[in-house]
């Protein structure tokens, strides 16, 4: 069966760069989710999109920003990197926005700030 | 808000022996509870859900959970451990007025021969 994907699987950048995440969900699932996960951390939500809507916030920074495109596709976008966005970046999806609903996992990107 | 806790950081068993890793919540309203599992440099994969039903609900790979709402408890069970099963696993409510999972801090499991 068809998996969440990620690209990149790891993403090396110098503080200050800036650095795209991008997630392609299950085929017809139309929310997906961001997560952060710092080491030793557990999932930390982000964002989330419902039909290319943006649904809601957790703790986002303000120097990140995401999208949903009209293939439901999904991008995190990351601005004036500090040491400290180190960590793995997940993206999940649902078919739908429900609390009834599992949210299926991707792979996960590697970010590292030097 | 919603909240989970998974009491311990590692929990050890013998191949074999069965295993309980433990998750409590504190939700208002109905809970929606979730169990995943994470290996080394992988995303975490779904084993189960209760939404609402049998208290007892059966996951992927052997795993079970029973759901205590007298206990507010949501422990993940397997009857008999296997060293593939060493991983870290995570316990997740879901959150109504986010609309988001809220992870436990996860508890480590350890399989030994």
């Known amino acids: 069966a068809a998996g969440v994907i990620q690209s990149p699987r790891h993403l090396i950048k110098e503080k200050r760069e800036t650095a795209t995440l991008k997630c392609y969900p299950i085929?017809?699932?139309?929310?997906v989710y961001w997560y952060q996960q710092g080491p030793g951390q557990d999932p930390q939500f982000l964002i989330s999109f419902y039909e290319k809507m943006q649904s809601d916030k957790g703790s986002i920074p303000d120097r990140f920003s995401a999208q949903q495109f009209s293939d439901y596709h999904s991008e995190l976008n990351m601005s004036s990197l500090e040491l400290g966005d180190s960590a793995l970046y997940f993206c999940?999806?649902?078919?739908?926005?429900?609390?009834?609903?599992?949210?299926?996992f991707g792979p996960g990107t590697r970010l590292t700030v030097l | 808000a919603q909240s989970v806790a998974q009491p311990e950081d590692q929990v050890n068993v013998a191949e074999g022996n069965p295993l309980t890793v433990k998750c409590t919540y504190s939700v208002s309203g109905n809970p929606y509870l979730f169990w995943y599992v994470q290996y080394p440099n992988r995303g975490l994969q779904f084993l189960l859900k209760y939404i609402t039903g049998d208290n007892l609900v059966k996951g992927s790979y052997g795993f079970e959970a029973e759901f205590n709402k007298s206990q507010t408890s949501f422990h993940l069970k397997k009857p008999s451990a296997l060293v593939s099963d060493s991983a870290l696993y995570f316990c997740a409510v879901w959150w109504n007025a986010g609309n988001m999972l809220t992870f436990g801090g996860g508890t480590r499991l350890m399989v030994k021969p």
């Open positions: 085929p017809r699932h139309d929310t």
């Open positions: 999940a999806s649902s078919l739908v926005l429900a609390s009834t609903d599992t949210q299926y």
